[in-house]
């Protein structure tokens, strides 16, 4: 009878969690489909359309690699493909926990073929073989063997690629193979085991999971760029664009081992004023505000979201040192400056030119106050120890600039132009505005270079195309990312942990009135990128807004750029005749033969592996040591930033660094002739 009494008790609780857990995805649901229709660009019907678009998205972000679901639970998933919009339409949430529960299922019984590895004998002897076909539709499992056999089909690769990588000389793995393939075979199952442990054990689990998947879903199939935050992830992207941050100062990642390692402490902070804390110390475990999170099994990015939840403001570490000592250590957040984005100007000396350079990070900004200081004020004070240094022209490096604060970008514009149109807003309703420099006169009237690729996104472009619509700068590197709209975050509900949505509620155009949208802002002169061709940028995403044009109410003056054709026909030729830049171009021919498009089978030997091995890793070598072989870069700190560096040792060092670096650049270095060579037309007319 107690036993019984206690079953129920037990299967009560459960269900009444359950239910309060379903509940609250169904606020958030029917909170981020109310977001939606009121701020969206363009919001969507909820329609069949809507049904079949977030169903595929949804099963392609919680089994991305096919390789958990089988046949028979697609089969099963299938009926709701044109039952979602009814769902959610009539805030029906019970759909989602046969995806949660499959999942979950699928997962254990993955850890379970591994674990049983561990007993088994493999065969290496090529009776079995590899397929790689890149642009092939993945297929899900059709039954459990299918699921059997590619769980041991990958860690026998694993385990040949680990002792290729252990003993790079053929013959020699070959002769140790035996005591090799013992020693490896339990770490790489669990380490397979340790992945699939992560999904598990990550924070509030394969539920939490499942249901910000279908959230993001529902938001992707708007446009690509809205989605859902949890508060941890909001406070990362907020990081990401902001001047200043609550912050430990610690930066984490996951090493061979498996193991949480410190990588990175941030000089002023709270983790390097401690000074009980060094590069290299796994973490074992971290407390705050009655949460534990041990991690053993955890990925890199579930430690990142615990120590930048907005609840952690003070943790306690278990900290496994060098020594293998282990230590408590306290830590309180503290406010520091986003390493990441820091402004410095240094001096390239090209004949008998100084050249201004500054890499502009992202566009961030003072989150917490409406007219607060970000990226362009910082630029103006570098700019101005710049010109202390008679620089003839400036190069800004916004490559891997992915934007940032719309503000900022248009404040920077104006410091290059005497006033005018910078960009135009088109709001849902139709309405537009139009962006605009009210200040009279510039701060930089000498030549102005801007080093875009293909990672140079939204604030970037807005910044770009201002300048290359008013002359005012050559444009020089690959085609930008393309994205042409804006984003802003609303909180879901009152309480901050329902989440909240980033969600795009305005296009804008170019003071032309043309777009960028998907396609991107093509330079002045290119420069070929590793990156050329491999359909990462917006014009590839599913449900990206179209392009389009619009009516400008405003009229501009651009200024009367010389000819660029001798100079883009100079660059050309010392392209041509570049090591650097053929050697560019060789790696993104293989970069697409040999892995973004990779077609190829083999027979899963050591021997086989080995040679598809070297071919990555020949690639991969190469693609890390693209800098200049032999750099006639001259680059300095200003007169200022050698001042400040002189006092702190480990400031010293890091400058030094960057300042070699930068020097080895491919890509500086051609952006200074370029500039040369435009200084000097400019001097001759």
């Known amino acids: 009878m107690i036993h019984h009494l206690r079953c129920l008790i037990l299967l009560f609780f459960t269900i009444t969690i359950w239910g309060q857990e379903s509940n609250v995805f169904c606020k958030r649901l029917s909170a981020v489909l109310e977001t939606v229709n009121q701020h969206h660009y363009k919001p969507k019907p909820v329609d069949d359309n809507f049904s079949i678009a977030v169903y595929h998205l949804f099963l392609d972000s919680i089994d991305d690699r096919q390789q958990f679901f089988t046949q028979e639970d697609i089969n099963l998933f299938s009926q709701d493909s044109l039952q979602l919009d009814d769902f959610v339409k009539n805030n029906n949430c019970h759909f989602i926990s046969k995806y949660t529960t499959t999942l979950e299922t699928r997962i254990n019984q993955s850890k379970s ?78 380490q397979q085991i340790c992945v699939l442990e992560e999904l598990l054990n990550q924070s509030g689990g394969i539920d939490r999971y499942v249901k910000e998947a279908f959230l993001n879903a529902f938001l992707n199939y708007q446009d690509p760029n809205s989605s859902f935050f949890n508060t941890s992830q909001k406070t990362q992207f907020e990081t990401s664009v902001s ?23 941030q ?40 120590l930048n939840d907005s609840h952690h403001n003070t943790i306690n570490l278990s900290v496994k040192k060098q020594n293998g000592v282990t230590k408590k250590v306290k830590l309180s957040k503290i406010k520091s400056e986003v390493e990441t984005n820091n402004i410095v100007g240094y001096v390239i000396k090209k004949s008998d030119n100084n050249i201004g350079y500054i890499r502009i990070p992202s566009f961030y900004t003072d989150l917490e106050t409406p007219n607060g200081l970000g990226v362009a004020n910082d630029v103006a004070k570098e700019l101005y120890k710049l010109q202390k240094e008679s620089i003839s022209g400036l190069i800004l490096d916004l490559r891997f600039n992915s934007g940032g604060s719309m503000k900022e970008a248009a404040d920077l514009s104006g410091m290059f132009i005497n006033r005018g149109p910078l960009a135009i807003s088109k709001y849902s309703n139709g ?37 290359q619509d008013y002359k005012r700068g050559v444009i020089v590197g690959s085609s930008s990312y393309g994205k042409a709209t804006a984003q802003i975050i609303l909180p879901i509900d009152e309480d901050p942990d329902y989440g ?38 917006e014009k590839n995403k599913k449900y990206a807004l179209k392009n389009d044009s619009i009516k400008p109410t405003m009229s501009f003056m651009a200024l009367k750029q010389t000819s660029l054709n001798d100079i883009a026909k100079k660059s050309y030729i010392r392209q041509k005749n570049d090591d650097n830049f053929n050697r560019i171009k060789t790696l ?65 060092k890091l ?31």
């Open 113 to 190: 073929i591994l674990e049983s590895l561990k007993t088994v004998e493999l065969d290496y002897s090529g009776k079995d073989t590899l397929y790689f076909d890149a642009d092939r539709p993945s297929e899900y499992f059709k039954d459990e063997t299918h699921q059997n056999s590619y769980w041991n089909k990958r860690v026998r690769y694993k385990i040949l690629s680990s002792i290729i990588d252990e003993d790079s000389i053929l013959s020699s793995a070959k002769t140790n193979f035996k005591a090799l393939e013992k020693d490896i075979k339990p770490k790489i199952i669990q």
């Open 588 to 652: 993104n021919t293989d970069l697409l033969k040999n892995l973004v498009h990779k077609k190829k089978q083999y027979p899963l030997t050591l021997e086989n592996v080995y040679q598809d091995f070297n071919e990555f890793k020949t690639i991969w070598d190469n693609f890390s040591n693209l800098k200049l072989k032999q750099s006639s870069l001259l680059i300095s700190n200003t007169s200022s930033t050698n001042e400040i560096v002189s006092y702190n040792d480990d400031e010293k």
């Open 243 to 265: 001047n200043d941050q609550l912050s430990f100062g610690l930066f984490t990642a996951k090493n061979n081992n498996g193991e949480i390692e410190i990588v990175h402490i």
């Open 655 to 685: 400058n030094e660094e960057h300042l070699s670096t930068l020097a080895s650049d491919i890509y500086i270095n051609e952006a200074q002739q370029i500039m040369n060579d435009i200084i000097n037309l400019t001097n001759n007319q």
């Open 500 to 537: 909240f949505v980033k969600i795009t509620v305005e296009k804008f155009y170019r003071s032309t009135g043309k777009s960028h949208q998907q396609f991107g802002i093509k330079p002045d002169i290119i420069l070929p990128s590793v990156y050329d061709n491999l359909d990462f940028g």
């Open 431 to 467: 309405e537009s505005f139009t962006i605009k420099d009210s200040q009279r006169g510039s701060l930089f009237n000498k030549p102005l270079l801007i080093l875009i690729n293909g990672y140079s996104a939204s604030a970037s472009e807005f910044f770009t195309a201002a300048m």
């Open 267 to 306: 000089p002023g902070s709270s983790a390097f004023k401690n000074g009980d804390l060094e590069v290299n110390d796994i973490i074992k475990s971290i407390h705050s505000n009655g949460e534990t999170l041990e991690t053993y099994c955890i990925s890199n990015n579930d430690v990142v979201s615990f």
